[in-house]
Structures are given as C-alpha cells and as structure tokens.
C-alpha cells in the first residue's frame, strides 16, 4: 500500500476535500479526506467515470483520455489516469496504471491542482513499485 506522502502534496492545496488512488478495477490502495466526505463513495463512481471516458475518447478517434473534470454546484472531482502500458484499458505486468480521484471544493485552486495532480499520481506510482 502507498504511503500517504503524495496524497498529502494535495491535501495542501487549497479547496482540496480529499483524494484518493484506485486500481482502474476501482480497488482503493490509498486515501485522504479528514472524514470530511465519503470519500470511498465518490471515488468509486469517479472512477467509474473516467473508466467510461476512456472508452468513449477512444471511440471518437482522440486517443487516451488522461483526466475527466466534473464541475457541479457543490465542487469538483478530477480524475486522472497513469497508464504507461500500451492499451488504455489494460494493465500490463510491470507497467503502472492507476487512478487519482481528487474532490474538490468549489473554491478551489483548479489550476494548481491540475498542475499538481499529475506529479502526484506519478510519484504515488513509483512509491507503490519500490514498495
């Protein structure tokens, strides 16, 4: 299991209610949230969703789709996907592949946390092979 190191990058961010890392499978390997939200609950769906996403860009000839924001009135979830396998919907031994669902308040600094996110899952990924 990941340590909470890079979990923790984001939850200083401001507006940042939680994050949380999943198998694309949606197996939860590490999460923060204070217990401010069901953090489970909504990662799940939000991974879901970006599972969904992934296929649909794929259908449209854009390629891999890497993040899915969703912006509604009580905040944001991102979602990102760390795939350095070759298809986008499995995952290749040796390779990682991963999911970041990060929520978010609606006073949040997205484009820190855009910014941000990506080293995030990165470094989490590394941790999890040196583990």
Known sequence: MATNTGLDRLQD???????????PEGEVLDSTSGGRINLKAIGILANNTLNNAQKAAVEMGTGRANMVHVEAEAGHILALCLNDGKSPFKTEEGKAHL???????????LGLIKMTAPSV?????????TA
């Open 99 to 109: 999911h970041l669902i990060v929520a978010l308040s609606p006073s949040c600094n």
């Open 13 to 23: 961010v401001e507006g940042v209610l939680g994050a949380a890392l999943f198998t």
């Open 121 to 129: 899952i990165r470094a989490l990924a590394n941790e999890l092979t």
